[in-house]
């Protein structure tokens, strides 16, 4: 069976979860460096199916939350931009 997953650009998500939490872009996108969240190859696999989102900081783990559970998805895909 084919496995589709939901995917996208860390900048869209860094654009959508400033929005969420309240940020600025710069602190988000600093947020996911330090967490090791950030692609820094070709792609990062977010999923709270291990009991959160590891990043280690609360307000990132809330707002990934709520932007995952907003486009309905439980895990996802992120890449850097082409």
């Known amino acids: 069976m084919l ?3 939901v995917s ?3 900048g869209d998500l860094i654009a959508e979860v400033a929005k969420k939490s309240g940020r600025f872009f710069s602190e988000v996108e600093t947020a996911f460096f330090q967490c090791g969240k950030y692609p820094e190859s070709r792609k990062t ?6 009991g959160g989102y590891g990043t280690g900081i609360d307000w990132l783990d809330v707002s990934l939350e709520k932007v995952l559970t907003e ?3 439980k895990s996802i895909c992120v890449t850097q931009a082409i």
């Open 3 to 5: 496995s589709i997953e």
């Open 8 to 10: 996208c650009e860390i």
């Open 45 to 50: 696999y977010l999923t709270d199916q291990f």
């Open 71 to 73: 486009c309905g998805a």
